[in-house]
Structures are given as structure tokens and as C-alpha cells.
């Protein structure tokens, strides 16, 4: 390898459930029940096989169709097929967890993103992308005078009103090009990617893992009361204690950290949010060094750089309008979080185990250091 590429093997172990989205989302009816806890993903086309050999195809269509009351449970075994059968139709099969959804109360379970072969695994582009908002973070906290301007910006555009898709999209964007774009490959316009030092910080994919390493994982909104609140909604997650194992590989000649300081930066992160979000939930305690939050459901703070650039006292104030402002509905009452002292002021939550967890929690470590 060059001199100037320094690969780094990364073991990230989920200190609790993680999930990051395909995109899918099985429906009531391509999912099934089954003995010990678990749930069968259902390949379709093997399933209506399965009903054309049984000589009930015609009614597996019909029903499929046109009732929507009928569990498909009820109606397999309502028709003879057993848990066997069944088996042979599934694309793989997942632990239940902890949810506490019946067979009655159906909703749909957002598939994490699988090779292939259909093995989970992590995208290097997720795993970046968690990257670049904690080092983006540390930059802001370090270095606040740099982007007085920004700041300032984005405190006088903090009033449009936009959808959340758009919302102070030109506002963030400026800011990662004053971070980032040093490079100076084409100095007549800035904002341009081939300027992006980022280039320099190359993340493969994970190594596969396994859908015994997976479960079911309800969403849960817990309050800075610590009242909660269940949601109809599951999450195929990678399990506590799992090892999550990739290449990090930094080009010195684009990239301007050091792997070292990328941990510092981890750190800084996890003491900002802990100190502007966590320590106003009941019962909840620091994070321990080297926490990262990857994925799906992890809220608000993972995922923006509000209360870095603003720091606590302003953020406090403005974040709520920025839910305003970007078709928050009111019903979500974040009017409330400034008195609340914590904006938003819902803490996403899972369980596993009997054990409460906040979603997306790994420990990222250098193998060797």
C-alpha cells in the first residue's frame, strides 16, 4: 500500500440494538408468526407455489386481495398448511424480541439492508456518513469563531418556512464547504465535490453478519419524565453485542485528521450530547468513551449539527422553531421543550431482553490501539 494510505481495521460492538433501512417494508402479509419467538420473512413466490400444490390458490389470491381483516396466520392454519410448510417459503427468519405487538394488532417491519445473499451487514456509506457529522460536530465546538458568518446565517434564515426535505438546506451546505472543501481543485467554484477532503477518508462495507444476529425491535418514545409511549413499528436490528468489523483507510494527501483525532472528535460529541440532550431524561447516565450513534431512530442530535454550531443556550430556543417552521405538526408540542429544557424532548428508545436501550449505539475502536 502507499505510504500516504493508512488502513485502519475498525470494530464497532453495538452496545444496543442498530438498524439501518433498505428502504422496505414487509406489509402484514408477507411476514408470518411462528413457534419460539420468532418471525418468518415470507418469499411470495414460493409461498403461492406452495398454495397451487395445496390446490387453494385461487382462494390464497382472493384472500390476499380482498381481506384485510383476516390475519394470514388465522388463514394458513384455517386451511391445513402447517408451520413445515411454512418454513419452506421463507426468505429467513428473524427473532420476535421484546415486542409486545399480538397477532392481532399487525403492523409493517422495516427491513435492515441486506447483500445479496441476504445477510445484514453496514453500508461504508452510513458508517461515513456518521462520520462526517461527528468530525463536522467536533469542528463547530473546537473552532466556533471560524464560522461566525454561518452562524449568523443560519440564525437570521432560521424563520423560513420549507418543507423538511429543503429546510436550510443552502444554509448546512455552506457549512460543510468552509469545513471540508480545501482541497483546491477548482478554485473558481468552492462548493464544488471534487474540493471535498473527505475524498480522503475511504469506509468499505462491513463484513456480513448473520440473521441470528438480528431481532425485532419496537420503537419506543420515552419522555423526559420517563413516561413512554409504544409505537406500531418494528425494526429488524443488529442484537447487543454484536461486532460490526470494517477498513477505514485515510489518504494523507486528501484527508487532514489523523485517526487519533477522529476519536477525539468522538469524544467531544458524546460530551455535547449527553450535556445538551441526555442528562434531561430520568434515569439515564453518560455515555461511555468511544460511543457512536449509527443508523435509523436515533434522534435529532445524531443527525444535525444545531447544537454544535449554536451551542446549548441558543439551540434550546431555536430548534423548536425549527420544527416549526420545517411542517412539524403541533401535536408533537415542541412549543413545550424550551421549558422542558431539552429539544426535541423525546428520547428514542428500544427494549431487548427486558433492558431499556437508546437505538444505534456502538463502540467504535481502533483493532490494535
Known sequence: M??????????????????????????????????????????????????????????FEKYYINDNKTPLDVWVNNHGISETDIYECTRY???????????????????????PYENPYIPGSSIKGMLKTIILSGMLIENGKKYDFERNSFLRDVNTRES??????????????????????????????????????????SDALSNE????????????DGTEKRLNLLRECIKPGTEIRFVLTLDETRFPLGIEEILEYIDIFDKMYYESFVRY????????????FLGGGTGYLTKTITYPLLGYEKAIDVVPRIFENSGVSREH???MDKRLKVSPHILKMTKFEGRYYQMGMCNFRVKGK
Request: one cysteine or more; aromatic letters at 8%; glycine letters at 6%.
Open 164 to 205: 423538511r426535505t429543503r429546510y436550510m438546506k443552502r444554509n448546512i451546505a455552506n457549512i460543510e464547504t468552509k469545513a471540508f472543501n480545501t482541497l483546491g481543485y477548482n478554485a473558481d467554484k468552492l462548493s464544488d465535490s471534487v474540493n471535498s477532503n473527505m475524498s480522503g477518508l475511504i469506509v468499505g462495507d
Open 333 to 335: 408540542k415542541h412549543y
Open 213 to 224: 444476529q438480528m431481532v425485532l425491535c419496537q420503537k419506543i418514545e420515552r419522555h423526559t
Open 93 to 115: 427468519i428473524i427473532s420476535r424480541g421484546d415486542n409486545v405487538l399480538s397477532r392481532k394488532t399487525r403492523t409493517q417491519i422495516m427491513e435492515h439492508i441486506k447483500d
Open 281 to 292: 431524561y430520568k434515569g439515564m447516565e453518560c455515555l461511555s468513551q468511544g460511543t457512536v
Open 2 to 59: 502507499k505510504d500516504y494510505l493508512k488502513a485502519y481495521e475498525i470494530v464497532m460492538t453495538t452496545l444496543s440494538p442498530v438498524f439501518v433501512g433498505s428502504g422496505h417494508e414487509y406489509a402484514k402479509k408477507e411476514y408470518l408468526f411462528l413457534s419460539d419467538n420468532r418471525i418468518g420473512i415470507l418469499d411470495m413466490q414460493k409461498l403461492c407455489m406452495l398454495m397451487k400444490t395445496k390446490g387453494i390458490s385461487e382462494e
